[in-house]
C-alpha cells in the first residue's frame, strides 16, 4: 500500500514535468505547462498546471493542478498536498464534465465527478468546475481560477490571476476548506513574476491562514 501511494503522487508530477510531444504536424500548439513557486512571509508554496488533450483534437483530455505548500520550519502540521487527477470530455463548445480522483494528505484518495467550464484565448482563462465527493463525507466543491493577461508593449504583458476554491461539507452542514489565491505581476515570453498574496481557510471554525511574498511563473512547452 506505500508503495502505491507513492505511485499515485509521483505519475501526475512526472506527467506535468514531461508532457507529451505527440502532436500532430496540423494540430493546434499544446497548451503549456505553467510551473509556479511562491516564497511567502509563513510557507513555500508551489502549483503546477496540466491541462491537455490525450491526442491532439481530442475531446477527452486530463485536468489536474498539484499544489505543495509547508512552513520554513518543516512543521509536520503544515505541510499540504494536494493532486486531483480528473480525466475530463468535452461536450460542447467550451463546457464538459469529468471524473477522477481527488488526492491530498489529509483525506487520502476520493473518486469525484463534476462539471467543467474552460475558455482559453490569449489574454485570457478561465477555469470553473464543481466536485461531488463520492465517498466519505460526500463533499461538495467549486473551484475558480481566472487569468488576464493584457499587452503593455512588445515584449511585456500585465499577469493577473485570481483562484479560488470552496468545500463544503453536507453531513456536518459546515465549511470544510477554501482559498483565495492572488497574483499580480508581468509577463515576459514564458517567465511571469510579481507580489502574492494566499488566504487559506480551514474547517468549521474557518481557521485562517495568510501568506504574502513574490511568485516566479514559467511556462514549459
Not at 494540430?27 to 491532439?56: C, D, W, Y
Not at 498574496?197 to 511568485?215: I, P, Q, S, T
Request: proline share 8%.
Amino acid at each position: 500500500m506505500p508503495s502505491f501511494k507513492i505511485l499515485v503522487l509521483v505519475c501526475p508530477l512526472a506527467m506535468q514535468l514531461f508532457p507529451s510531444k505527440l502532436l500532430a504536424q496540423d494540430a493546434p500548439p499544446s497548451p503549456p505547462v505553467p510551473v509556479e513557486i511562491m516564497l511567502g512571509h509563513n510557507r513555500l508554496f508551489f502549483q503546477s498546471i496540466v491541462s491537455k488533450p490525450f491526442t491532439p483534437g481530442s475531446r477527452v483530455g486530463l485536468f489536474t493542478i498539484g499544489t505543495f505548500q509547508t512552513g520554513y520550519n518543516n512543521e509536520p502540521d503544515e505541510l499540504e498536498m494536494a493532486i486531483p487527477l480528473q480525466v475530463s470530455y468535452k461536450i460542447w463548445k467550451n463546457f464538459g464534465a469529468f471524473a477522477g480522483l481527488a488526492i491530498n494528505n489529509k483525506t487520502g484518495i476520493r473518486p469525484v465527478i463534476g462539471p467543467q467550464y474552460v475558455l482559453a484565448k490569449r489574454q485570457i482563462l478561465i477555469v470553473l468546475n464543481g466536485r461531488y465527493i463520492l465517498s466519505g463525507s460526500n463533499n461538495i466543491e467549486g473551484f475558480a481560477l481566472v487569468e488576464y493577461r493584457p499587452v503593455l508593449s512588445k515584449n511585456w504583458r500585465l499577469y493577473s490571476r485570481v483562484q479560488a476554491f470552496y468545500s463544503y461539507n453536507p453531513q456536518g452542514e459546515n465549511h470544510d476548506r477554501s482559498f483565495y489565491y492572488l497574483r499580480l505581476g508581468v509577463q515576459r515570453k514564458a517567465l511571469s513574476f510579481g507580489p502574492a498574496a494566499n488566504f487559506d481557510l480551514y474547517g468549521r471554525d474557518k481557521n485562517f491562514k495568510d501568506n504574502y511574498g513574490v511568485y516566479f511563473n514559467w511556462q514549459f512547452n
